[in-house]
């Protein structure tokens, strides 16, 4: 594949480790982080839908975004993992588009919905008397459907601008998935347009994004500092730390990861700030988002509650039924072993009612 005159048809991904052992050892890691994410947002999409108190705008982005989160984790982590055990790194043209595509719809719906969450954040705390007016369910549903559709055409872009490219220099792709900056180093052709529209797209859409998140966190902090209530303070800050973190870890390792020049020898560095923005920021949300917030750690006890008084009331139920049964059974039995002996003793007797047992 090393002969440019040669057109590239697969790809070959980076693996873990040349040694079986740690291979493993590491796709074992990757493995457990990626049920520890479908779990936690699993246990978050099951308690927003069947508690009611919290069908609120706050908790409905919460649950968009750990749908997506489970999404976004299932495009790259399950591949990798197989890969590794079955120590197969060979990915067809289809499927590097494939995952190119929905590697970058998911990372943009998701920058678009944190920053539907912070303004979600920033109407709450500084304009809570327009909140039911500006956050109704209406305007929560429009910018859902919205980041979805904009997020197909933004990926359908990157995707289609990147396979326009002709790869006929290698196919050793230097990273544990397919991505754009990895296959424009490949290419034979002009990546110039590449290049501008990444820097465009970085800057433009998702810098915008980030500038507002930035903006609306200012004018709450700034407003949290007015409360007069040390608590109120307290309880307001807790909702908005862990949300600046996640963006911050996954803007920052997005943006090195997209805008960093492409030196060869930083292919370790890129592979850690990739693993950094396609799975942390999903194995995060659970925790930082959730696990910690009163609220759902009160409607999950509840759940749990209610499912165990449901086995409860199940067993006891059984029970009853098998002991009536049971009781049953013994009554049907001793009659008919009077019967029997009935029959045995007096030859006239009338034997057909044994029949009715």
Same mark, same amino acid.
């Given at each position: ?10 790809? @070959? ?13 590491? &796709? ?43 999404? #976004? *984790? ?36 998701? +920058?678009?919905? @944190?920053?539907?969450?912070? %303004?979600? %954040? ?30 197909? *055409? ?7 601008? +990147?396979? %326009? ?21 490949? &290419?034979?052709?002009? +990546? ?29 902090? &700034? ?24 963006? &911050? ?23 850690? @700030? ?14 930082? #988002?959730?696990? %910690? ?11 749990? @509650?209610?499912?165990?008084? *449901? ?37 006239? #007797? ?8």
């Amino acid at each position: 594949m090393g002969n440019t005159s040669m057109v590239v048809t697969v790809f @070959l991904l980076e693996g873990f480790a040349e040694v079986w052992e740690l291979r493993v050892l590491l &796709s074992m890691s990757y493995l457990l982080m990626y049920l520890a994410t479908l779990l936690g947002n699993l246990i978050i999409i099951t308690v927003t839908t069947i508690d009611r108190n919290l069908h609120t705008p706050m908790y409905f982005f919460l649950r968009n975004l750990s749908i997506l989160d489970m999404c #976004y *984790i299932s495009v790259t982590v399950p591949n990798i993992c197989v890969n590794s055990f079955i120590n197969n790194r060979i990915i067809s043209m289809a499927g590097c588009v494939i995952q190119i595509f929905l590697v970058i719809y998911c990372a943009f719906v998701e +920058t678009l919905f @944190l920053t539907i969450m912070a %303004r979600e %954040r920033y109407v709450a705390i500084c304009q809570p008397l327009h909140y039911p007016v500006i956050m109704n369910h209406k305007f929560c549903v429009q910018t859902t459907l919205a980041s979805i559709l904009i997020g197909i *055409i933004y990926a359908a872009i990157h995707t289609g601008n +990147t396979f %326009r490219l002709s790869f006929c220099q290698s196919n050793m792709v230097p990273q544990f998935f397919c991505d754009i900056p990895s296959l424009l180093r490949l &290419s034979c052709s002009d +990546t110039f347009s590449n290049k501008v529209l990444i820097f465009i797209s970085v800057f433009g859409a998702v810098g915008g994004c980030f500038i507002f998140i930035v903006m609306s966190y200012v004018r709450i902090f &700034s407003t949290v500092l007015k409360f007069p209530v040390k608590e109120e303070r307290g309880k307001a800050f807790s909702t908005c730390v862990p949300h600046i973190l996640v963006v &911050s870890v996954f803007f920052s390792c997005g943006a090195v990861v997209y805008l960093r020049p492409p030196v060869n020898s930083e292919m370790i560095q890129g592979i850690i @700030l990739s693993v950094c923005y396609t799975i942390i920021p999903p194995f995060l949300n659970p925790l930082i #988002y959730s696990l %910690r917030n009163k609220q759902i750690q009160q409607a999950f006890r509840k759940i749990i @509650l209610r499912i165990s008084i *449901i086995f409860k009331n199940e067993a006891e139920t059984m029970t009853m039924q098998f002991l009536h049964l049971r009781k049953l059974s013994e009554a049907k039995i001793k009659i008919l072993f009077e019967h029997l002996f009935a029959y045995f003793s007096t030859p006239k #007797y009338n034997y057909a009612c044994i029949f009715h047992y």
